[in-house]
């Protein structure tokens, strides 16, 4: 009898913890963390910081007819000019020319104009990136070596405007022919500069915006 009594306890205490077993609410699954998103592969993005550069007048050659261009005078007649050095085996300059020939397409019309600056490669290379129909703006030559880096005025203002990359391409300035000064060394003290490549919507409004009305203060070739 004593052994029956005993059974009957634990067969109670069994059921009564399978009972309670199944009323408890099993743990809710952690959430799912969002994925980080990866940054586009390779893209060297940069937004438009102001800054002061005393940015120079130059006289460079002009890749396809070597005849020595003067900025100030490419600068004639327009309302905003973006001078952009490249280097013409640069990655992220190939991911940015697409988009540097649809904003000049877009606005070229209105006072816009895009002059390419090229670094630490040969003319032969400039070209045949370009291929046979050439480049669609005006493109001048700092340097064709990879060993003049350091001794080129692209290098100097990268330094100004905090561009920590080691090659620099490409690198964008912004000048208003409207603001620039008339004359000496020095073009304009302050400008918008791009450390990297081109946010294309962050641009476009930019330029869209100082081409809009900006008619009455372009500049004006010096008359001998």
Excluded at 79 to 91: D, E, H, I, S, T
Excluded at 204 to 216: E, L, N, Q
């Amino acid at each position: 009898m004593k052994k029956l009594f005993i059974l009957s306890i634990l067969a109670l205490l069994s059921s009564t913890t399978a009972i309670g077993a199944a009323q408890t609410p099993a743990p809710s699954p952690a959430p799912a963390v969002a994925p980080t998103p990866a940054p586009e592969a390779g893209h060297e993005y940069s937004a438009m910081v102001e800054k002061t550069i005393n940015y120079k007048n130059w006289g460079l050659p002009n890749l396809m007819t070597e005849k020595q261009e003067d900025l100030r005078q490419l600068m004639v007649g327009k309302k905003l000019v973006m001078v952009v050095y490249f280097a013409p085996w640069c990655r992220n300059w190939k991911f940015e020319a697409p988009i540097a020939s649809k904003l000049y397409e877009k606005y070229k019309g209105q006072g816009f104009q895009i002059i390419g600056v090229s670094e630490y490669g040969t003319r032969d290379e400039v070209k045949t990136y370009f291929g046979k129909d050439g480049p669609p703006f005006p493109v001048v030559v700092e340097s064709e070596s990879r060993t003049d880096k350091t001794g080129t005025s692209h290098y100097q203002y990268r330094q100004l405007t905090g561009d920590t990359r080691n090659w620099g391409s490409p690198w964008n300035i912004f000048l208003e022919p409207g603001k620039v000064n008339a004359t000496g060394d020095v073009l304009a003290e302050k400008a918008w500069v791009v450390n990297g490549e081109l946010i294309e919507d962050e641009v476009d409004k930019f330029i869209a915006s100082k081409v809009a009305g900006a008619t009455a203060t372009v500049i004006q070739a010096c008359k001998n």
